[in-house]
């Protein structure tokens, strides 16, 4: 009975012993991503505005003052200031190192001649604090087409490397896709399209 056993046992593990044994080859597969439209979120200070007398600093314009003059000058370039939304926790966070009465405002837009007004803008009591560029979500067609296409990459990569010893190559036996829906910039902006990578294992035959 023992042996009957044993010899199930084998007959069962010598097609997991020659899976695991089987040889294969491992590629990336590449395909460029276009980056998408990016959006801005633009940080901006609000103070009051002092001026040195002597060794003494003396307010000229409150905060109220400065930011209706800001306001002003915003409706002149075509920007509508009820856009904007306060941003109370980065007055939390800053209080402890500020000793003046500080508002922070952010707008969020997608055009660019937008940002460059209102960075060019200069205003007495404003501050640009911050600029960011929001990255670009690809939907979840996007992000399998892109991935498609770096498996077809990894395919022919696949078959010109076994080619190249005589060798050809068969099923694909794992699939390594580590990419994510969130786009990012990099070169300072200046590049238009992101490397998406897929590592392929195809069965070497």
Same mark, same amino acid.
């Given at each position: ?26 590629? =990336? ?85 937008? =940002? ?27 992000? =399998? ?61």
């Amino acid at each position: 009975m023992k042996k009957i056993i044993f010899l199930m046992a084998l007959v069962f593990s010598v097609p997991l012993i020659a899976q695991e044994h089987r040889n294969t080859i491992t590629v =990336v597969g590449e395909t460029q991503a276009a980056l998408g439209n990016s959006s801005y979120t633009i940080l901006i200070s609000l103070q009051p505005i002092f001026v040195y007398e002597g060794q003494t600093e003396v307010e000229v314009a409150s905060l109220a003052e400065a930011k209706q003059n800001y306001i002003k000058q915003l409706k002149a370039i075509g920007i509508d200031f009820s856009r904007f939304k306060r941003n109370a926790y980065y007055e939390f966070m800053t209080s402890y190192s500020s000793n003046r009465a500080s508002e922070y405002y952010y707008i969020k837009t997608s055009n660019k001649e937008e =940002v460059r007004k209102i960075t060019r803008l200069k205003s007495a009591g404003m501050s640009i604090a911050n600029t960011d560029i929001d990255a670009h979500i690809l939907s979840k067609e996007q992000l =399998v087409d892109l991935s498609k296409k770096a498996i077809d990459n990894a395919e022919e990569k696949a078959e010109a490397l076994a080619k190249k010893i005589d060798k050809t190559i068969g099923e694909i036996v794992t699939i390594v896709d580590q990419n994510t829906s969130e786009q990012y910039m990099q070169s300072y902006g200046t590049s238009t399209s992101q490397t998406h990578i897929v590592t392929v294992t195809f069965e070497l035959k």
